[in-house]
């Protein structure tokens, strides 16, 4: 169904930049590009951002499978690695206990008009991404490609059919969702 997509690069780049501005729209409106909800996150006394991220997976994977199931689209999951995922999370907490926003609610935060996010955190993505492309044939095949994961996705390490573990897990973020409310959080 997307192949005429997949084919025309400045199609995909218009529809990215349409998808991100969507997706900003939607962290603004969800609340977790306030730095106070962030940070109210952090503490556990505000679990709007848990909520989002949850109904954000709730509603985008069993959506991916069942596109796939259908026809429309192919997975191409990166491989990881433990190098990779410690490097990246290192980085990643860095920045989030530094600033207080993650790379997306960065951007969703400055287009709400968030000076911090513009001052601290478009340099440091800028920064950061520069050091990651110089260093990468570095770090490369040294560092970030050790200790590969035995599978690219859960269905596949376990050898089941997707759905098996989209079914379940969407049962438990629901279940997790109910849980918060019914505590207030």
Not at 29 to 54: A, C, E, R
Request: aromatic share 10%.
């Amino acid at each position: 169904m997307f192949e005429s997509l997949q084919k025309n690069p400045k199609i995909q780049l218009i529809l990215g930049l349409f998808m991100g501005i969507a997706f900003g729209f939607l962290l603004q409106t969800g609340g977790v590009t306030d730095y106070n909800i962030i940070i109210g996150q952090l503490l556990l006394t505000d679990f709007t951002v848990v909520k989002v991220m949850l109904a954000a997976v709730l509603v985008g994977m069993p959506g991916i499978y069942l596109m796939r199931e259908w026809g429309w689209v192919t997975l191409h999951v990166r491989s990881g690695a433990i190098g990779s995922t410690v490097i990246g999370g290192l980085i990643f907490g860095l920045g989030f206990g530094t600033l207080g926003y993650c790379p997306g609610t960065v951007a969703g935060a400055v287009g709400q008009g968030a000076l911090d996010a513009l001052v601290g955190g478009v340099p440091g993505i800028l920064v950061g991404t520069g050091l990651f492309a110089a260093l990468y044939p570095v770090l490369g095949e040294k560092i970030l490609e050790k200790g590969p994961f035995p599978a690219d996705t859960i269905p596949e390490l376990l050898g089941v059919n997707p759905w098996m573990v989209v079914i379940p897990v969407a049962a438990l973020i629901v279940a997790c969702l109910a849980g918060l409310e019914y505590l207030g959080l």
